[in-house]
């Protein structure tokens, strides 16, 4: 399994954090599930990164069991 | 976590240990909460974070300002939770030899806090309603939905 | 006389009366005694100013900011007479909607303060002597002694 | 009579404060008269800026019975 936490409005429309099966080869893939999963969040999932180790990671970055997935909204700190 | 903190940031005590005697110019930012968005009147903020990873970013960008600037004091402090108007949601101090270095550093740490760091506000308002994010001042950086895609 | 003082400026006095419930983002900036002048050791500095000139003319800048960058906050104080090493011998507070202006604001008055306002610095060292003026750190505004005759 | 007022590093080279008769007609002609006076003060006085009534005045600016003149040497504050 691969656990995704979710942040800030994302939480408006996922839970603070869920497990989906790692099937899900990369981050492309993991993007294209959750708008499948909630299309109105498809414009706030476009502008959001991944982190994986704390680290953010590019689209083709590969998702291995275990792994756990931040989603990331543009920030607004300060 | 060193550079996140759920209480009322203590402005004064962080000064206090912000001086060295090598550091001719010290700047201090504190990012506070306005009574107003766009017309709109504030009740509060809240903040949230994806607390480790926040937290070693903005380790990792002092130290990079401190290489960069060659500064002498480099701390940074965000809150989270709620905030009141008027209170420190962020605050940054810089110091170094000659107060150029110091300022230019200052509002480095803070754009990359605003902009870079996996921290959000939701705005609550005094007429009910919140909105999660917001734009931040410097407009030419705003993430552009066109972009990603 | 409001922004000159012959004792330690209480900065954090000053601190807490710079919050505004529209002001989001406030910088202080503090010019502190280093404890050295170009590798020489400074013991500490003392200064002087043409005061009711120099008292009016940092009023007048304040207002300027003011007016120029929108601010609701803005606070200058400069320190006279002896000041040690890691003491603050000036101090200005700027505060605006957005950090931007605030930052801006805040240069400009410290720029100008050090520049044009007639106050000066002696700094003496800790192996005897004194020298008056010093560069500041901008050299680039540096007075050239060829350009007056 | 015109009151002279001296600052700074001036004060290794002239009195806190002096008076001069009004016969300088203008801040140029002061500035030649303290040159004349103590010319070890030359280049220091040569960046030296002149103010009447708390305000800089420019080299042109006339001198009358009563004023006091402040000379300013390059600011060095912060």
């Known amino acids: ?78 | 976590m060193e550079h996140l903190c759920t209480e009322h940031i203590d402005v004064g005590s962080l000064w206090q240990r912000s001086h060295h005697p090598e550091a001719g110019g010290l700047v201090l930012f504190s990012g506070e909460v306005r009574d107003n968005h766009q017309g709109k009147a504030v009740s509060h903020l809240y903040y949230e974070a994806a607390e480790s990873m926040a937290n070693n970013m903005i380790a990792a960008l002092l130290e990079e300002a401190t290489q960069r600037w060659g500064l002498h004091v480099a701390i940074a402090v965000h809150r989270l939770g709620k905030v009141a108007v008027m209170e420190t949601a962020v605050v940054v101090i810089t110091g170094a030899a000659h107060r150029k270095e110091a300022y230019a550093a200052n509002q480095y740490i803070i754009d990359r806090i605003k902009h870079d760091v996996p921290i959000w506000k939701c705005e609550y308002f005094a007429g009910g309603g919140r909105i999660w994010g917001g734009h931040c001042s410097c407009k030419e950086e705003r993430v552009d939905e066109s972009v990603i895609f």
Chains 1, 4 share one sequence.
């Open chain 1, 1 to 78: 399994m691969i656990k995704l936490e979710f942040y800030a409005a994302l939480k408006d429309h996922f839970p603070a954090w869920m497990e989906v099966d790692d099937t899900l080869k990369d981050v492309r893939a993991l993007r294209k599930y959750l708008v499948d999963r909630d299309m109105s969040a498809s414009v706030l999932l476009a502008q959001c990164r991944f982190a994986v180790d704390d680290t953010f990671v590019d689209e083709g970055h590969a998702l291995r069991a275990g792994d756990t997935v931040l989603v990331i909204p543009p920030s607004s700190g300060g």
